[in-house]
């Protein structure tokens, strides 16, 4: 992944018939999910009816040791949550899976995804009186489901209700003292599916890898708007919301997000991969000697450029295995410093060759040229660069973290110029007509490249912008337009939701 984005978490949820090491399968299904988010990550254990849990900053490995794990009691039901976020700053207080207590029971949350209309949601529930402990829009979406479950007959039916309030991206599984619930949006903007362990268990995870790592079977996918109950007397779907809008599963989830070993919507990632590969050798040639890929989400592509082109393929770099991924890291300066130590060049498959090198993506180009660079220390004689997926040109709303068009490099450039700016002697870049073929032809979101939209665009999409100072939060409140007011007054009072957050 030569650039700076980030995909948001992954979610997974068990429930069993009897009280079992629940913890103990959540973290196996979170360990298989870890490559979605690495910031922080949490498990929560209902056991009959009491909630235990732990959530931490950093990897499931770093927060879940033996010790650790062992604490956390036998039980009937978890949810897990791998994070990265894209609202809400790093932080142990935006940590998931968020609890709740309310007149009703009590509610695990975890969620993947970004809503669009977040700020106008919250700002309607900060007006009638609601008080937020994170800065994240996954409380918004407890806030709200705790909110119908005032009046609602059951969660499920509170779930629905809430569903008809949000916009964007989520696919959630959340449990509350009796049930496991997991939750996909009408759009089906992200992954979820469903999995059966021999000995009776029930497994939702954001991809089908973790379901495997845990021990389930593939039972089948949620499609976009369903709602699936896990209770004692079995599986129970809800489609009121199916069909209500057109499915766009974002595209990137088969070009970098999702395991290869995955299978998303019936197309295995791996057949993706190796699909945009060959949409690229026929697409954009190269006169070369070897073809090479960039650890990990590039090799895939690479060998699909080398069986369409006749290029050997060859492995052009050494992964150093306990560096997570590039763009995961918050910070640009640390995604710039980790890449000599993330990746180290094999000299013997490129000096005095000419090289293709294929990646996924290239977003602001440092690290393109880092790695060409690395290259051309090695003794590449030339560096064709092949990306598999079309330039990144627009912002996206539903958690991919990239918030506007500033330091997009491919945005007012030409291929040859962001070639230039990356040291290599071309570039090539999937054509964007051509995503329906590695798709497999389903509804998808490329938004993020061909300015589509699915839903309204938000005012404001920053990353931070539920992290106002006082008086700036107290002035964005007087400057709310008539029609956000007229919402908050007719938000019903949450007063009565009396919310804790466990550690």
Do not use: W
């Given at each position: 992944?030569?650039?700076?984005?980030?995909?948001?978490?992954?979610?997974?949820?068990?429930?069993?018939?009897?009280?079992?090491?629940?913890?103990?399968?959540?973290?196996?299904?979170?360990?298989?999910?870890?490559?979605?988010?690495?910031?922080?990550?949490?498990?929560?254990?209902?056991?009959?009816?009491?909630?235990?849990?732990?959530?931490?900053?950093?990897?499931?490995?770093?927060?879940?040791?033996?010790?650790?794990?062992?604490?956390?009691?036998?039980?009937?039901?978890?949810?897990?949550?791998?994070?990265?976020?894209?609202?809400?700053?790093?932080?142990?207080?935006?940590?998931?899976?968020?609890?709740?207590?309310?007149?009703?029971?009590?509610?695990?949350?975890?969620?993947?995804?970004?809503?669009?209309?977040?700020?106008?949601?919250?700002?309607?529930?900060?007006?009638?009186?609601?008080?937020?402990?994170?800065?994240?829009?996954?409380?918004?979406?407890?806030?709200?489901?705790?909110?119908?479950?005032?009046?609602?007959?059951?969660?499920?039916?509170?779930?629905?209700?809430?569903?008809?309030?949000?916009?964007?991206?989520?696919?959630?599984?959340?449990?509350?003292?009796?049930?496991?619930?997991?939750?996909?949006?009408?759009?089906?903007f992200r992954p979820l599916c469903y999995g059966k362990t021999p000995d009776g268990r029930y497994l939702a995870a954001s991809e089908s890898c973790a379901l495997q790592a845990a021990g389930a079977v593939l039972e089948r996918e949620l499609l976009p708007g369903e709602i699936l109950v896990f209770d004692e007397s079995g599986v129970h779907?809800?489609?009121?919301?199916?069909?209500?809008?057109?499915?766009?599963?974002?595209?990137?989830?088969?070009?970098?997000?999702?395991?290869?070993?995955?299978?998303?919507?019936?197309?295995?990632?791996?057949?993706?991969?190796?699909?945009?590969?060959?949409?690229?050798a026929r697409r954009c040639p190269a006169r070369a000697d070897v073809v090479v890929g960039v650890p990990d989400s590039g090799l895939d592509a690479a060998l699909g450029y080398s069986r369409q082109s006749g290029i050997p393929y060859g492995m052009g770099f050494v992964k150093n295995r306990y560096i997570g991924r590039t763009f995961i890291?918050?910070?640009?300066?640390?995604?710039?410093?980790?890449?000599?130590?993330?990746?180290?060049?094999?000299?013997?498959?490129?000096?005095?060759?000419?090289?293709?090198?294929?990646?996924?993506?290239?977003?602001?180009?440092?690290?393109?040229?880092?790695?060409?660079?690395?290259?051309?220390?090695?003794?590449?004689?030339?560096?064709?660069?092949?990306?598999?997926?079309?330039?990144?040109?627009?912002?996206?709303?539903?958690?991919?973290?990239?918030?506007?068009?500033?330091?997009?490099?491919?945005?007012?450039?030409?291929?040859?110029?962001?070639?230039?700016?990356?040291?290599?002697?071309?570039?090539?870049?999937?054509?964007?007509?051509?995503?329906?073929?590695?798709?497999?032809?389903?509804?998808?979101?490329?938004?993020?490249?061909?300015?589509?939209?699915?839903?309204?665009?938000?005012?404001?999409?920053?990353?931070?912008?539920?992290?106002?100072?006082?008086?700036?939060?107290?002035?964005?409140?007087?400057?709310?337009?008539?029609?956000?007011?007229?919402?908050?007054?007719?938000?019903?009072?949450?007063?009565?939701?009396?919310?804790?957050?466990?550690?």
């Amino acid at each position: 992944m030569t650039g700076a984005i980030h995909e948001e978490c992954g979610v997974f949820g068990v429930y069993a018939p009897e009280a079992c090491p629940v913890a103990v399968t959540a973290y196996y299904g979170l360990y298989a999910l870890q490559h979605r988010g690495q910031e922080s990550c949490g498990i929560s254990v209902c056991a009959d009816g009491l909630f235990f849990s732990r959530k931490d900053l950093g990897l499931v490995s770093e927060v879940f040791s033996p010790e650790a794990l062992s604490r956390l009691p036998d039980g009937q039901m978890a949810v897990g949550h791998v994070r990265y976020g894209t609202t809400g700053r790093t932080g142990r207080a935006n940590c998931q899976p968020i609890e709740v207590n309310h007149q009703k029971g009590r509610l695990a949350l975890a969620h993947n995804g970004n809503l669009s209309n977040a700020g106008a949601l919250r700002s309607a529930l900060e007006l009638s009186g609601a008080i937020f402990h994170t800065t994240s829009d996954t409380e918004i979406i407890a806030y709200i489901i705790t909110r119908e479950r005032l009046t609602a007959p059951s969660i499920e039916e509170a779930v629905s209700r809430a569903m008809g309030q949000l916009e964007g991206a989520y696919s959630l599984v959340l449990m509350s003292a009796a049930k496991l619930i997991a939750v996909r949006d009408p759009h089906g903007f992200r992954p979820l599916c469903y999995g059966k362990t021999p000995d009776g268990r029930y497994l939702a995870a954001s991809e089908s890898c973790a379901l495997q790592a845990a021990g389930a079977v593939l039972e089948r996918e949620l499609l976009p708007g369903e709602i699936l109950v896990f209770d004692e007397s079995g599986v129970h779907s809800r489609r009121e919301h199916c069909g209500t809008a057109q499915p766009r599963l974002c595209a990137f989830e088969y070009i970098y997000f999702a395991r290869p070993d995955s299978v998303i919507e019936g197309r295995p990632v791996h057949a993706a991969r190796l699909c945009a590969g060959e949409i690229l050798a026929r697409r954009c040639p190269a006169r070369a000697d070897v073809v090479v890929g960039v650890p990990d989400s590039g090799l895939d592509a690479a060998l699909g450029y080398s069986r369409q082109s006749g290029i050997p393929y060859g492995m052009g770099f050494v992964k150093n295995r306990y560096i997570g991924r590039t763009f995961i890291a918050p910070e640009q300066g640390e995604r710039g410093s980790q890449v000599r130590i993330k990746l180290s060049p094999i000299r013997e498959t490129v000096a005095g060759k000419r090289v293709v090198l294929i990646d996924d993506s290239i977003v602001r180009g440092t690290t393109s040229r880092q790695i060409v660079g690395l290259l051309r220390e090695a003794g590449a004689r030339e560096v064709h660069m092949r990306i598999s997926s079309p330039p990144f040109l627009n912002p996206c709303y539903y958690g991919t973290d990239i918030d506007s068009r500033e330091n997009l490099i491919a945005c007012g450039r030409t291929p040859g110029e962001v070639a230039a700016m990356i040291g290599a002697d071309s570039l090539g870049y999937l054509p964007v007509e051509d995503l329906g073929e590695l798709t497999g032809g389903g509804g998808y979101c490329a938004a993020c490249f061909d300015g589509n939209y699915p839903t309204r665009i938000p005012e404001n999409t920053r990353k931070d912008r539920f992290e106002l100072p006082l008086s700036q939060s107290r002035k964005r409140r007087r400057e709310l337009s008539e029609p956000e007011r007229l919402r908050g007054e007719n938000v019903r009072d949450c007063f009565n939701c009396e919310r804790s957050h466990s550690s």
